[in-house]
């Protein structure tokens, strides 16, 4: 409907410019020129408006692909990277003490004094001490654990299967020696008198 409109002022542009033309001066090419004329402004009118907004969509897309964000995912990968690392820095013992001397507390049913350390029921003590070291070890039995027949194990009187330390108010106590980068030693107490709970693989192999 509107292209019908459109068609029909032009014509009549087109007419009354002829007329005009005629009025004016009787040449024929007045009239020719005029025609072209109106005829080219409205070309060239299309023409741009189509420009216009194929330029404005093409605009339009480059901005949706400048987006991006997976960018900054790498980016928090980095920092993965960086805080793995971090972690894997602790070191050992040296210096002075060199020996790592590690006493692990099966099921944390004692509670275990280190060589002069404040008891602890943690299932592992891990100290730093001096090459050769006599580690002064006591335990004591937590709730209703008590102390057993073979409860030492890798200490300096453990035969093999294992050894009762010395018994005296309701606490073993026994020796080990710290040699080497590492020495490992076990304990456990068992709940019952004759070991039951403690008949378990060696926990420093």
Do not use: I, R
Request: glycine content about 20%.
């Amino acid at each position: 409907m509107s292209s019908f409109f459109g068609v029909s002022s032009v014509t009549l542009l087109v007419v009354v410019g002829a007329g005009s033309a005629c009025s004016k001066d009787d040449g024929g090419s007045t009239q020719t020129t005029t025609s072209s004329t109106t005829t080219s402004s409205t070309t060239t009118s299309s023409t741009t408006t189509s420009s216009t907004t194929t330029s404005s969509t093409a605009a339009g897309g480059g901005g949706t692909g400048g987006d991006v964000s997976t960018a900054g995912a790498g980016g928090t990968g980095g920092g993965g990277a960086t805080s793995s690392g971090g972690s894997g820095g602790t070191g050992g013992c040296g210096g002075a003490t060199p020996v790592e001397y590690t006493l692990k507390n099966y099921l944390a049913w004692c509670s275990v004094s280190v060589e002069g350390g404040a008891p602890s029921a943690a299932s592992q003590q891990v100290v730093c001490l001096p090459e050769g070291t006599k580690v002064d070890l006591v335990a004591t039995p937590v709730g209703g654990f008590m102390l057993g027949p073979d409860m030492w194990h890798h200490t300096d009187y453990d035969q093999g299967s294992g050894e009762p330390g010395v018994v005296a108010n309701g606490t073993s106590s026994t020796t080990d020696n710290a040699t080497g980068a590492t020495t490992c030693a076990w304990v456990c107490c068992p709940f019952s008198p004759n070991g039951n709970g403690c008949n378990v693989p060696d926990q420093c192999p």
